[in-house]
């Protein structure tokens, strides 16, 4: 039987060399914050040749850190992180990636001999019994990411996986939360998988939890097949001067009415208390400072000081005359694709969007909060302006954005939202392509890779924020 290095030398060598084990794209930290931050270490389950950690930065920053410790190298995971504790070499991999270590992990939560690790099932629901449910008898699983080599990282870590019982066999999508500095996100995204109908949510299966602390480290909800509806407005964008110009942008108000008539049925049916409680003055300064930490972090690309203070001083004008609606419980982080439109036709037909087959289910819910509706309209409408510059398109900007405008009047009115004036929902615009240069401006300071194309994509959000670079030395 092999030896593995012990717990205290282990958790020793992590403290030490943290910046070199950080996944700096998805914790969004510096290394340099990571050298000089103390770290504290609980243990939550160390069962060699696995061991599961919570490294804990800050009162509210922790990061859940799985590991599977191994002499030799897993040809199917690659090379792993080499390390070297007293003389002696280890290589570790993610054990959520590896079945036989994954499947172990389960199987021990689900029976309470995985330490603080506790494996919690849905009472009710389609998984709700546990013949129907495989968690609750594990016998054999397949696990694989469900991103490929070339794309964009996910927030989280997302794995697709085949569980089999003796009973049942299901796909599945297993997301492990970090859990940053929200740690509550994964139980916000349980709790709206509990709460809301299979067709608007994916249903859930089972979520690994913390006992001690109640943090969501991990949960496996159903996968569903489907076109993310992202792609769906890509292709058609793409065809804008190919197709007659009418016929495209009477085939983006169908997909919008479509998304945005299930987007208010999601709505209509968060509970009130699934928010944060907070008054309308506390969600706008809420929003307000979100966007001057945004303004600092892209300071270094000389942003004009004057436009973005007006646009502040327009949101707050807009708040406080009651042009927002809200606040209410909202998606917090909506992007087109996030929502996967189950059988969707192709091509998009010109008819009415509510009559069309398929229904449209979102993914991604750990993001919700109390908040103005019209933040979550402002990041679809900034993602139709991101799609339209990567294509070479953005003339067509404001042809698409009155598209999506007109089906959001259309199909908000069973919300009783009445959308009369554009300019609110402009400003907000402008804050999230703010929001989106600050972020491709954190990945350019981590030094990540494709930092030519980040820095296109930060003069572009930039200028869609009306925050156009000031002169130097008589040159942009």
Not at 118 to 139: I, K, T, V, W
Not at 296 to 303: D, G, I, L, Q, S
Not at 446 to 462: D, I, K
Request: charged letters at 30%.
């Amino acid at each position: 039987m092999p030896s593995y290095p012990p717990l205290a030398e282990l958790t020793r060598y992590i403290k030490e060399h943290l910046h070199v084990l950080a996944d700096y794209r998805r914790w969004r930290l510096k290394p340099a914050v990571l050298r000089s931050t103390p770290v504290r270490i609980d243990i939550l389950w160390h069962q060699p040749p696995q061991s599961h950690l919570l490294l804990k930065l800050a009162e509210d920053l922790c990061f859940y850190l799985p590991l599977l410790i191994q002499r030799d190298k897993i040809d199917e995971l690659g090379a792993g992180t080499e390390i070297e504790i007293n003389g002696r070499v280890w290589r570790l991999y993610d054990p959520y990636r590896h079945p036989p270590a994954l499947r172990a992990l389960l199987t021990a939560a689900r029976h309470g001999n995985a330490g603080r690790l506790n494996l919690e099932l849905p009472r009710m629901g389609r998984f709700g019994s546990p013949g129907r449910n495989p968690l609750a008898n594990l016998r054999r699983l397949d696990v694989e990411p469900l991103a490929g080599e070339g794309d964009e990282p996910s927030t989280n870590y997302i794995y697709r996986v085949r569980l089999e019982s003796d009973t049942n066999r299901v796909a599945a999508v297993l997301k492990r939360y970090l859990p940053r500095e929200r740690p509550e996100s994964g139980k916000r995204e349980w709790e709206l998988a509990t709460t809301l109908a299979s067709e608007l949510v994916p249903r859930p299966l089972g979520r690994l939890i913390d006992g001690r602390g109640e943090l969501t480290l991990a949960a496996c909800y159903e996968f569903v097949e489907g076109r993310e509806v992202g792609e769906l407005i890509w292709r058609l964008l793409e065809r804008l001067t190919v197709d007659p110009f009418n016929s495209i942008t009477a085939r983006l108000r169908v997909i919008f009415g479509k998304t945005l008539h299930t987007l208010a049925a999601f709505y209509e049916r968060l509970p009130d208390h699934l928010g944060d409680g907070l008054g309308g003055e506390a969600v706008l300064e809420r929003l307000l400072a979100k966007a001057r930490r945004d303004f600092e972090t892209v300071k270094r690309h000389r942003p004009a000081d004057a436009p973005f203070q007006r646009t502040l001083d327009k949101v707050r004008g807009y708040a406080e005359a009651g042009a927002y609606h809200g606040p209410r419980p909202i998606h917090g982080d909506l992007m087109w694709r996030q929502l996967l439109w189950r059988k969707a036709p192709w091509p998009i037909p010109v008819r009415d969007p509510v009559e069309l087959p398929g229904r449209l289910t979102l993914l991604d819910t750990e993001s919700r909060r109390g908040g103005f509706l019209e933040e979550d309209l402002a990041g679809l409408a900034a993602a139709n302006n991101f799609m339209l510059a990567q294509q070479g398109h953005y003339d067509y900007a404001p042809s698409v954005f009155a598209a999506f405008w007109h089906a959001c009047a259309e199909q908000l009115q069973a919300l009783e939202v009445e959308l009369s004036d554009v300019k609110p929902l402009l400003s907000l615009v402008r804050l999230r392509h703010l929001h989106d240069a600050a972020y491709y401006t954190l990945a350019q300071n981590r030094r990540l890779v494709r930092s030519e194309q980040y820095e296109g994509f930060v003069r572009f959000s930039l200028r869609m924020a009306g925050l156009t670079p000031k002169e130097r030395d008589g040159r942009r």
